[in-house]
Structures are given as structure tokens and as C-alpha cells.
């Protein structure tokens, strides 16, 4: 089996500036924010041929036929419709604007269509409307931009590697997917939510192993998702000493599945309330403080960021453990469109596949170092996204992309199993 980690790289604990003070200090954390906002519009933008089926809505008759998108700045003396692309943003309470490269505009959103997503600050998106006299953009239709196919992107920018890892030849791609296509036995376990300190999870974790040790063809992956402790971490409740006699117990326990240890990974990647240098994304691995005692049980065992890349033969899979759900339900500006589809984590994938990123929330909400943004985006579009979330299990497969939630295994037992072969998704769960 070949398998490639990407990690995020090291990511530092504190965002210093070597010799750099006052306004150059200043003036180079706008770069690097104004540098993920291109990115992003970039991203969207290469959706734009598909930008005549505009997510299936009517549009007006009076649109363009070359479908052009307007900058917001030359909206200043226009009438009539007009497209235009951008970021929405809150500058003062109540009122939203539509802000792209060159200019903004605070729109109106009353009685306008929209499509399915969670529509929060900070995302992008397409709106058709027009002008009024008071200098307000008044929106008929809005909604992501159209999401570009993934063969499209890679055969585009055939040569370069937005993914991750080492660039491959033809040739070598080739005979990836033959052995690939040959793995029909290789199994991924996943698991959300692995409380150390919970005695019966712990217990239903060995069932698990237990389970999978007398399999005839062991998993050849188990990715174990935080949250690793059952209350958040913090110095003033929790003892670091006691957490790493936990891992020391899980590394114990693991290692007393001999064919397992042998023959399967391990991959830990952290939640969004464990122990490490701060809360903001991308998030490193964890502590190795923490983890040193499992490793001298498992050796095999890699710690990764959150979040985390696999590479499995020529198919592209993403993990990201974040509650995301209810911070995207909570966060949005409108209500959502239940036209076609009233399912939470269905909407969920339709808004970070169109945004191409996993966190498309305000930075207000989730913290993220710009330096390190490109660690969360989604183009191309990968084979499969994982998103680890303490809500209901779930998997949906969503223009070609294939996106699970395990669900949360110390609440409710849930877990998932996953055959990159054929991309299959097995929701499992204990009783």
C-alpha cells in the first residue's frame, strides 16, 4: 500500500517578525491577508464557464450573454443588471457589503433568490441585481460560484501539484492508478471524538480493536480524530502529566493487538479543543510531550496537523476535525434555501466545496494564520473530504467528491469505515 502524509507545515506558535516593528510589521500582515483574498477569488473565478447554469435559478433576461462579472467599482453611474463577484462583509452592525479587489458596495438582500449554502461574512459569492439612486446594490439573485470540475483544474494546471507532496510524472501517475485499482482490500477506520479520559469509550474502543484483529485482511489505516480529553483543555483543570499517562494507556492498548501494530497506521490529528499552543487554524500536531510514551508502543504511529492530507496511490483525501456545523449554522447572515435540500451537513459540503475551503466562516468566529491558509483550501477539488464533527454521522457525495462525518465515537459510538478502492463509506456504530 502506498500511502503520503501531508502535514501542515511547522506551524509557529506565535506570528513573529524577525527585526520588524511598527507599520512594516503591519503593512506585511495586510499583504499576507489581502494575498489569501486573491486566492480565493482566483479559485472561484475558475468556475466562471459554468457561470450561464447559475446553479440551476432563473435568471433575468436582460443578462449578457458573455456573462460578464463587473468589478464593483465601475457600478458608480451604471444602470441596468449587472454581475458582480465578491466577499461579503459586515463594516457596521446591520448594514453588508459586497467587497471585491477594487471597491465595495453595501447591498440590499430583500426578497433576492439564493441558492443552497450557509451564506456567512467572509464568503464569496455571485449576485445579479442593479444599482439603486441611493448608491445601494439591490440583489435579485445570489449564490456561490459555480464550482469548476476537478478533471478541468488538473488538466489546466497539468505540471503543478496544489495538493501536496512530491509533483509526478505521467508515467508514474499511470502506475499508481493500475495499483491502486489492485487494492481492493485496503479499509480505512475512522474515528471522531476519542475521550481518554472516559472509561467507557475507552472500553468500546477495544471492542473495536478487538474486532479488527481477527479480521483475515487487517485495516491498513485507523485515523483516531480528537477531541482526545472530555472537556476542553485548559492548564487551570486538566494536568499534562495525566493526559500523557492516557496516551501511554491508549498506546498500551493498541499494542496488545500484535497483527494490528504489525500491519496497520495510525494517524492522531487534533480537535479543536486539545492541548497545543492555540486555538487559531491550521493547528499542529500534537504535543510531542503528550504523545511520547504511545510512541515507543507504536512506532508507526504519525501525528499530523489539523488539518491533514493522504495521498493514497493517486487519490486525494482530505481530514479536517473541526466542530463546523453549528458555527456555520450560527454565523449565517440570511436563512438558508431549502429548495433543494433541508439536510444540515448536505449544505454544509455544498458551501466549503464552492468556497473551495474547509473554514469559510469570519475571522471574528475561527481564527486562521494567513500565512497558513493555503493548508485549508480545496482546489482542486480532492477525491474525498472527511470532516470530523461532534454532529450526526453522515456521508453525502457531492459532485464526484465523496464527504463523511464519522460522527462523534464517545457519544454515540458511531465510526465510519472507508475503502478508498471505490470510495465506498460504511456508517458503523456499536450498540
Not at 28 to 56: P, S, T
Not at 158 to 165: A, E, I, K, Q
Not at 226 to 238: E, I, V
Not at 331 to 341: A, R
Amino acid at each position: 500500500m502506498r500511502l503520503t502524509f501531508r502535514s501542515t507545515a511547522t506551524i509557529p506558535s506565535e506570528r513573529c517578525f524577525a527585526n520588524t516593528q511598527g507599520d512594516f510589521q503591519f503593512t506585511v500582515m495586510l499583504l499576507q491577508k489581502l494575498g489569501c483574498i486573491e486566492i480565493g477569488f482566483f479559485y472561484c473565478l475558475r468556475g466562471y464557464r459554468g457561470f450561464h447554469n447559475f446553479l440551476n435559478l432563473p435568471l433575468t433576461a436582460n443578462y449578457p450573454d458573455s456573462g460578464a462579472i463587473s468589478q464593483i467599482q465601475s457600478l458608480v453611474g451604471r444602470t441596468g443588471i449587472s454581475w458582480v463577484m465578491g466577499v461579503i462583509s459586515q463594516f457596521e452592525d446591520g448594514h453588508y457589503y459586497l467587497e471585491d479587489l477594487t471597491a465595495a458596495v453595501e447591498i440590499n438582500l430583500s426578497n433576492a433568490k439564493k441558492t443552497t449554502g450557509y451564506f456567512c461574512e467572509n464568503t464569496i459569492v455571485l449576485a445579479q441585481g442593479e444599482m439603486r439612486l441611493d448608491g445601494i446594490f439591490q440583489v435579485q439573485t445570489f449564490g456561490f460560484p459555480p464550482l469548476e470540475d476537478r478533471e478541468k483544474s488538473t488538466t489546466l494546471f497539468s505540471g503543478l501539484n496544489y495538493f501536496g507532496g512530491d509533483t509526478l510524472s505521467k508515467e508514474d501517475t499511470l502506475k499508481l492508478a493500475e495499483m491502486e485499482s489492485s487494492a481492493v482490500n485496503e479499509m480505512f477506520v475512522i474515528l471522531s471524538d476519542i475521550w481518554l479520559d472516559h472509561d467507557e469509550t475507552m472500553a468500546k474502543l477495544e471492542t473495536v480493536l478487538d474486532g479488527y484483529e481477527d479480521v483475515e485482511v487487517v485495516p491498513s489505516l485507523f485515523v483516531l480524530m480528537g477531541n482526545f480529553c472530555s472537556r476542553r483543555f485548559d492548564l487551570a483543570y486538566n494536568s499534562l502529566s495525566t493526559l500523557r499517562s492516557n496516551f501511554a494507556k491508549l498506546g498500551k492498548m493498541i499494542g496488545n493487538h500484535q497483527r494490528l501494530k504489525e500491519h496497520s497506521r495510525f494517524l492522531f490529528i487534533p480537535g479543536p479543543d486539545d492541548a497545543g499552543p492555540s486555538k487559531v487554524l491550521p493547528r499542529c500536531a500534537l504535543p510531542k510531550y503528550l504523545t511520547e510514551e504511545l510512541r515507543k508502543h507504536i512506532p508507526n504511529a504519525i501525528f499530523a496537523s489539523n488539518p491533514c492530507r493522504i495521498k493514497f496511490y493517486t487519490q486525494e483525501i482530505v481530514f479536517f476535525r473541526h466542530d463546523l456545523l453549528n458555527k456555520m449554522r450560527n454565523s449565517c447572515l440570511i436563512p438558508h434555501s431549502t429548495e433543494e435540500t433541508s439536510d444540515f451537513f448536505e449544505l454544509l459540503v455544498a458551501t466549503i466545496t464552492h468556497q473551495t475551503h474547509l473554514c469559510p466562516l469570519p475571522l471574528s468566529v475561527q481564527p486562521i494564520i494567513w500565512n497558513y491558509d493555503h493548508c485549508l483550501h480545496l482546489y482542486p477539488s480532492p477525491h474525498t473530504i472527511v470532516l470530523g464533527d461532534s454532529s450526526e454521522q453522515k456521508a453525502f457525495k457531492y459532485t464526484g467528491t465523496t464527504c463523511f462525518n464519522p460522527g462523534s465515537f464517545s457519544n454515540d459510538y458511531t465510526f465510519v469505515v472507508y475503502r478508498p478502492c471505490n470510495q465506498e463509506v460504511e456508517l458503523s456504530a456499536l450498540e
